[in-house]
């Protein structure tokens, strides 16, 4: 199986988690690569698609936006993920109640799936947040393992 794991990293965390997803792939038997948005890579060829961003105001960034725009996946199985905060940690009480109004799709991978389905992929999991500890980072301890493990669990799903 070739799969492809496409990310934007703004801060390094997002570009860490795609990284850890890829190795947990690779152990579960794929032909994984990993390229960065700004690579624009061709969406062609792959088994298995898997897209992640950070969440940059209840969206994906830019670049991945543009990536996602009018692709025929049809036939291709598919994967979202994120960065984000955790919102129990957040001081802003306009934030939380934001977030709490915009629910599922304040977050990037739920809006990345939902693209990703657009062009006819198929989702083979729900879209998966893995947590930033403030704007920039670092990540929280334990996520580089679990995003591992995401990995892995996707060839499961096939």
Same mark, same amino acid.
């Given at each position: 199986?070739? !799969? ?21 792939? $690779?152990?579960?038997?794929?032909? $994984? ?14 088994? #298995? ?9 209840f969206h994906a960034t830019k670049p991945i936006d543009a990536l996602l725009q009018g692709h025929a996946l049809d036939g291709?199985? !598919?994967?979202?993920?994120?960065? =984000? ?7 802003? =009480? ?7 109004? !915009? ?6 991978? $739920? ?16 879209? %998966?947040?893995?947590?930033? %500890?403030?704007?920039?980072?670092? #990540? ?13 669990? #996707?060839?499961?799903?096939?």
């Open positions: 199986m070739k !799969a492809l794991v496409l990310y934007d990293s703004q801060y390094g965390n997002t570009e860490q988690i795609a990284r850890a997803i890829a190795e947990g792939m $690779t152990a579960g038997g794929a032909e $994984t690569t990993v390229q960065g948005a700004a690579e624009a890579p061709s969406l062609a060829g792959y088994d #298995l698609l898997v897209v992640g961003s950070p969440t940059q105001s291709v199985r !598919a994967a979202a993920f994120d960065t =984000r905060l955790d919102m129990a940690e957040v001081d802003s =009480r306009m934030l939380k109640l934001a977030v709490k109004v !915009a629910g599922d799709n304040a977050w990037a991978a $739920t809006r990345i799936a939902t693209q990703l389905e657009k062009d006819g992929a198929t989702m083979v999991v729900p879209p %998966e947040g893995f947590i930033v %500890e403030g704007t920039e980072g670092p #990540l929280r301890a334990g996520e580089l393992e679990r995003a591992r493990v995401w990995g892995a669990s #996707l060839m499961a799903a096939q």
